[in-house]
C-alpha cells in the first residue's frame, strides 16, 4: 500500500501537533497488525472490546506513518523503545525527533518536535465524570481552590484543562506515576487555558517547562508540555481519502 505524505518544515523552534479522526483513518490505513511491532500487538490482543482495539491499533499505526515520514524511513522500519515508565521514544532510525502520542474516543493527537521532551494529553470531557471528587483525589490543593472559585457552569471545562495540563506534564517527563500529582500546581482559566504555576520536591527540572493548553475537537480538552524555550506550536489536520493520506495544516495558536 502506497502511502504519500506531505509535511511541513520542522525547525527545533516549532512542535507540531497532529489531529487524528480515528473513524476516518480506519478506512485508509492497513489493518492491525501490519504496522505493529511485536510488543503493541500482544497489547493490541489484550483489549477485550474490538472497539478499543481498533482505536490503538489505527493510533499505534498513524504514529509510525508520521514518525517515518518526518525521519525519511519506511513505517515497517520504524522501531519504538519505551521507558519503564512506559514513555515511548525512537530506537531507529537515530534521530533528534521527539514526539508524545495521546487518544480518548475518537480522536488521538500526536505532538512532535526536535531535541526537546514534550507531552500531550487528550481528554473526551464525559459528563459522567465526577470533577469534584476527582479533584479532591488528585489535584493539589492550589488547584482544588481553582475549581472552587470557578462558576458551575464552567467548572467541566476547567476541571478538563488542569486535568490534561498535570497528565501532560507528567507524560513530558517521562517519570509517569513516580511524579506526585500534587507536586505542582496548574492554573486553569476557561479563557486563556492552563499555566505552570509553581513546583515542589521531588520535582525538579534543569529547565523551565511551558504549559498550555491546544485547539481540540469539540467536547475535547487537550495541553500540550515542552521542555526548555519557548516552540512555535503549529496545529495539523490529517485527513484521509482512499489509497493514499492527504495532509494539510492550519496555524496554531
Known amino acids: 500500500m502506497a502511502i504519500r505524505l506531505s ?11 497532529w489531529t487524528l479522526a480515528l473513524s476516518d483513518l480506519k478506512r485508509t490505513l492497513p489493518k492491525a497488525p501490519e504496522l505493529l511491532s511485536s510488543d503493541e500487538i500482544e497489547r493490541w490482543q489484550r483489549f477485550r472490546f474490538d472497539e478499543h482495539k481498533q482505536r490503538f491499533a489505527i493510533t499505534r499505526q498513524a504514529l509510525r506513518v508520521l514518525l517515518s515520514s518526518y525521519t525519511g524511513t519506511a513505517p515497517a522500519d520504524t ?6 515508565e512506559g514513555k515511548p521514544r525512537l530506537a531507529k532510525p537515530a534521530s533528534d525527533i521527539q514526539f508524545n502520542v495521546t487518544h480518548s474516543a475518537d480522536f488521538a493527537m500526536v505532538a512532535i518536535g526536535r531535541e526537546h521532551a514534550l507531552g500531550i494529553d487528550l481528554e473526551y470531557e464525559r459528563q459522567d465524570v465526577e470533577i469534584n471528587e476527582l479533584a479532591n483525589r488528585f489535584f ?3 488547584e482544588q481552590e481553582t475549581l472552587r472559585a470557578t462558576p458551575v457552569a464552567l467548572k467541566r471545562r476547567v476541571f478538563f484543562q488542569i486535568w490534561t495540563a498535570k497528565e501532560a506534564l507528567i507524560k513530558a517527563t517521562g517519570l509517569g506515576l513516580s511524579l506526585p500529582l500534587n507536586s505542582f500546581d496548574v492554573g486553569g482559566d476557561p479563557v486563556h487555558g492552563c499555566r505552570l504555576i509553581a513546583t515542589r520536591p521531588p520535582f525538579q527540572a534543569a529547565e523551565p517547562w511551558h504549559l498550555q493548553n491546544i485547539p481540540a475537537p469539540e467536547e475535547y480538552s487537550a495541553a500540550l508540555a515542552t521542555n526548555g524555550k519557548s516552540h512555535v506550536l503549529q496545529m495539523l489536520e490529517w485527513s484521509a481519502r482512499p489509497c493514499a493520506f492527504d495532509l494539510h495544516g492550519r496555524p496554531g495558536t
Open 79 to 84: 522501531t519504538l523503545m519505551f521507558s519503564p
Open 7 to 17: 509535511l511541513p518544515p520542522l525547525s527545533t523552534s516549532a512542535v507540531h501537533v
Open 140 to 142: 493539589s490543593n492550589y
